[in-house]
């Protein structure tokens, strides 16, 4: 059974935007701290060039991040995430008009000072339950808001993760919180059940086995599984030794459903997507 051939429509820009194959989403972390390319863009130049790979690579979009939000880490001051973003922003727009650019925040300033720059997306971990007011951003702009599932917060969610029942509790959570999101008025929304985000290992591929049940929601699905310590962890290596593992499991997140790769290698998952295509024509 074809999970993919619901078209999700976004709007972008003021303009529709079909998802009518699966797209790349390719990270831009501006972080010296993130769990596998922290610290490797530290300057202007080395952020442009990374942008024009991985644009040359067929990314669909560019997600910038200025906060890393991997396990154990602390939470940067607002004032500091701003700072990141300001001295790297405003050169990426003028760069590169035409690309779409979406901001990872939870922060609603963050998140009004990058769209009001000229970013499209919201990518907010905590879906709205920890700055309320980033919806009231989305709405203002319009904007493509994507609401993520975290169980606790960066600093703790991995400490020891506990569901009764994983599925039906991100389904109620995600029932909750797109009852607020949606009467706020906001209607272009992407889900994304937080591979990682205070999960255990086997929670991770229990969500990613029955990602399809998800589709209830009738919005498209984004999964951010790129070299994650559910691949390495399990493969007893290293996030830098985990791209097979991650375009493994790109594959069967295609086949369940998803319809947006948050990815770290661009050109590896728009393979994957080519592939995936080929074989749905099968």
Request: aromatic fraction near 8%; proline fraction near 3%.
């Amino acid at each position: 059974m074809n999970l993919n051939k619901k078209v999700h429509s976004l709007n972008i820009k003021g303009k529709l935007w079909s998802i009518d194959q699966p797209k790349v989403m390719g990270i831009l972390n501006l972080t010296p701290d993130s769990f596998y390319d922290g610290g490797q863009l530290l300057s202007q130049k080395a952020i442009l060039k990374h942008i024009e790979n991985m644009l040359l690579d067929n990314a669909d979009i560019i997600d910038i991040g200025a906060m890393s939000s991997r396990p154990f880490s602390q939470e940067l001051s607002e004032k500091e995430e701003l700072f990141r973003l300001r001295g790297a922003l405003s050169d990426i727009i003028k760069e590169f008009p035409q690309t779409i650019f979406s901001i990872d925040t939870y922060r609603s300033t963050v998140a009004n000072y990058a769209l009001d720059q000229g970013v499209s997306i919201i990518n907010d971990i905590t879906a709205g339950t920890k700055d309320e007011h980033i919806l009231d951003v989305a709405k203002k702009f319009n904007a493509t808001y994507i609401a993520m599932h975290m169980k606790g917060s960066p600093v703790n969610m991995q400490d020891n993760p506990n569901y009764e029942n994983i599925i039906t509790e991100i389904l109620y959570f995600f029932s909750q919180q797109l009852h607020i999101i949606q009467k706020i008025g906001i209607s272009d929304i992407i889900l994304d059940v937080g591979f990682g985000f205070g999960k255990t290992m086997s929670d991770n591929y229990k969500l990613l086995k029955h990602l399809a049940i998800f589709q209830e929601f009738d919005c498209p699905i984004l999964v951010g599984l790129s070299r994650k310590s559910m691949i390495y962890k399990c493969l007893d290596s290293t996030p830098q030794e985990a791209l097979n593992g991650t375009s493994a499991l790109h594959f069967e997140a295609l086949r369940n459903g998803a319809k947006i790769l948050r990815v770290h290698d661009v050109k590896e998952a728009v393979e994957v997507v080519k592939l995936y295509r080929e074989y749905e024509k099968a």
